[in-house]
């Protein structure tokens, strides 16, 4: 059974470029939260989707934005890039009976 | 707001016993979760407490939930290399599939 599955694995961008990384949950998961990973800090939540539509969100501008499709996987875009968004984005997936499984992520650079 | 907080870093011999502590803030959250990060890679659910436990044992593996002191730690029994990685304490706020508030990480390793 695969686990959470995020695309790409790493990434380089541009300040002021827009990017969008990938996440296929888990088999029998319908809810997807992302986060974001700077280097030597914890984990922040950025969102949570589920049926389609934000259920909740962190303290996260509104360059951050997200999309869940039809078959729970989903998008995470950020759009004008800056540096400071140099991190680890990492996926979870949940359901209402089981907890999370986290993907390896996407490692993210923007110079 | 809501704040979780770890010491940084932990070594010990292998063999050892590891207790890795973890602090926070918010008294209504109901689920407490370790996990473990190896470098380059995503997060691994170590276990996890529910609010009203004070202790549960599973393996190698003891984690002690002070709810009074909002204080909860986990031990490491025969601590082993393979066990050197991050490790971070995180809390749930609204339930089981609450977003999750996690510690800055406490990286131990273990010198042969």
């Known amino acids: 059974d695969a686990g959470v599955t995020q695309s790409p694995t790493h990434l380089i961008k541009t300040r002021g470029q827009q990017v969008t990384l990938r996440c296929s949950p888990k088999s029998g998961h319908d809810t997807v939260s992302w986060y974001q990973q700077a280097l030597g800090q914890g984990p922040q939540f950025i969102f949570q989707y589920y049926e389609e539509e934000e259920r909740q969100r962190g303290n996260f501008p509104d360059r951050f934005s997200g999309h869940q499709f039809p078959n729970y996987s989903s998008e995470l875009n950020v759009n004008a890039l800056l540096l400071g968004d140099s991190a680890l984005y990492l996926c979870?997936?949940?359901?209402?009976?089981?907890?999370?499984?986290f993907g390896s992520g996407t490692r993210l650079t923007v110079v | 707001g809501e704040d979780v907080e770890q010491s940084l870093f932990l070594s010990v011999r292998e063999g050892d016993s590891s207790v890795i502590n973890c602090t926070y803030t918010d008294s209504s959250s109901t689920y407490l979760y370790w996990y473990k990060q190896e470098p380059g890679a995503g997060l691994q659910l170590l276990t996890y407490i529910f609010s009203n436990m004070d202790m549960k044992q599973d393996q190698r593996l003891t984690v002690l939930l002070n709810k009074k002191d909002k204080h909860l730690s986990l031990r490491i029994a025969d601590t082993q290399t393979g066990d050197s990685a991050i490790y971070f304490c995180a809390e749930s706020e609204g339930g089981s599939q609450g977003n999750l508030i996690f510690g800055k990480g406490t990286k131990l390793s273990v010198k042969p």
């Open positions: 979870a997936s949940s359901s209402r009976y089981y907890g999370y499984t």
